[in-house]
C-alpha cells in the first residue's frame, strides 16, 4: 500500500510538474486586456480555427515564450514574445494569424553584460518609446560604417566557431541557397533575436538565438535549414 501511494504522489508530481513548465498565453482583441479574450497552451497554425484571426490587440504571456505571425503556418512577420505583460501590439495589431512556443537562448554578448533588451521593465511592460530605439528595422540604417559591415549572424560547419562559415544578414527561406543546408554547429549572433528551423519555409523545431557565442547548439546539431531575424 505504502508503495502504491509513493508511485501515485510521484506521478502526480510530474503531471504539476508538466503543467508548471508548459506555455501559455492569452490574447485580447482590444488594448489595454480588454475585450474578447482566447488563451493558447498550444501550437496555432491557424487562429481562424479559434475564431480570432487578425484580431490580437493585447496580450499576456504566463509562461514561456512565443513566437506569433502575421500569416497561419507561422508565414510572413514574426516576432518572439517573452514572459510578460503588453498592453498593445503596435505593427503586429489586428495582424495575428499564428503561434507557437519556442526555446530562446542568451549568451553574453564578447564583452560581458547581458543579452537582448526590447526595453520592458521587471514585469514585462514596453516602455513607451520602444517603437524609436526598438525599431530593428531601422537600426542597421543608423549604425556606423564599421558595426554596417558586421553581419548579424555569422554561422560555422563545426562546433567552437571551427570549420567553414558563412554570413547571414538576412532571413534565408532554404540555407540550401547559402550551400549550408544541415551543417551548422555553432553560430555568433551580434545584433537581434533570430530564429533557426530544422526544415525549410521556417517548419519544424525551431530555436530563437539572442545576441552572443553559442559554441554548440546541441540536439540541433546539423539539422538547421532556414533562419529568420524576429526581433
Not at 501515485?8 to 513548465?21: G, N, P, V, Y
Not at 508548459?22 to 479574450?37: D, K, N, V
Not at 537600426?139 to 558563412?166: C, H, I, K, N, Y
Not at 525551431?206 to 545576441?211: H, I, K, T
Request: glycine fraction near 10%.
Amino acid at each position: 500500500m505504502k508503495r502504491m501511494f509513493t508511485l501515485a504522489s510521484l506521478l502526480a508530481a510530474t503531471l504539476i510538474s508538466q503543467a508548471a513548465s508548459a506555455g501559455e498565453m492569452t490574447l485580447y482583441a482590444r488594448e489595454g486586456f480588454r475585450g474578447s479574450e482566447v488563451t493558447v497552451y498550444e501550437t496555432t497554425s491557424n487562429f481562424r480555427d479559434l475564431g480570432f484571426n487578425d484580431r490580437a490587440s493585447s496580450l499576456v504571456v504566463h509562461s514561456g515564450a512565443w513566437e506569433l505571425c502575421e500569416h497561419r503556418d507561422f508565414g510572413g512577420e514574426c516576432a518572439v514574445f517573452e514572459r510578460g505583460e503588453y498592453p498593445d501590439l503596435r505593427r503586429f495589431n489586428n495582424s495575428i494569424s499564428s503561434a507557437r512556443e519556442v526555446q530562446v537562448r542568451n549568451r553574453d554578448r564578447w564583452g560581458g553584460g547581458g543579452g537582448w533588451n526590447d526595453n520592458r521593465g521587471r514585469d514585462g511592460r514596453w516602455g513607451d518609446d520602444r517603437g524609436h530605439d526598438h525599431d530593428w528595422r531601422g537600426r542597421d540604417r543608423d549604425r556606423d560604417r564599421d558595426r554596417q559591415q558586421l553581419a548579424p549572424v555569422e554561422l560555422f560547419t563545426d562546433s567552437r566557431f571551427e570549420g567553414p562559415s558563412v554570413s547571414v544578414r538576412s532571413n534565408v527561406r532554404t540555407l540550401v541557397d547559402l550551400n549550408f543546408n544541415d551543417r551548422v554547429s555553432s553560430l555568433i549572433i551580434s545584433e537581434g533575436q533570430w530564429e533557426l528551423c530544422e526544415h525549410a519555409d521556417f517548419r519544424g523545431e525551431c530555436v530563437v538565438y539572442g545576441p552572443g557565442r553559442y559554441p554548440n547548439v546541441g540536439g540541433m546539431n546539423d539539422r538547421f535549414s532556414s533562419i529568420r531575424r524576429v526581433r
